[in-house]
């Protein structure tokens, strides 16, 4: 199991802190996307399929935490980061719709 250095040496304290507030992050997420439902900023379907998302990513945090990595939060895959307008975005979100560039349609 690879732990990055930075996060190997941290007392207990330190990661039932971290692990704490990841776990009020995530509580706080689920509640603003069901607000947004309510507000019909999305349906109930969109909001099921992104909240069934967000509870597996959950649980993929909550073993990484359980083998000792608690650096949540890196930007995108294997930690490059590509903004929406560089190419970045959702991936495979399911409730956002995915378009297909002209290169991959001729496929």
């Known amino acids: 199991i690879a732990v990055p250095v930075a996060m190997a040496s941290l007392a207990d304290s ?7 507030l990841y776990r009020q992050q995530h ?3 689920l509640q603003i996307l069901q607000k947004q439902a ?9 909001a099921a399929a992104m909240r069934e998302r967000m509870e597996q990513q959950w649980k993929i945090r909550e073993q990484k935490m359980a083998e ?8 995108g895959r294997r930690g ?3 903004g929406f ?22 496929l």
Request: charged letters at 25%.
């Open 14 to 20: 330190d990661k039932a802190e971290l692990e704490g």
């Open 27 to 29: 509580q706080l997420r």
């Open 38 to 46: 309510d507000f019909g900023l999305m349906d109930q379907e969109q």
């Open 68 to 75: 000792g990595d608690y650096f949540y939060g890196r930007m």
């Open 80 to 82: 490059g980061f590509k």
């Open 85 to 106: 307008r560089q190419g970045g975005g959702c991936g495979n979100c399911p409730v956002q719709p995915q378009e297909q560039s002209a290169a991959q349609t001729s």
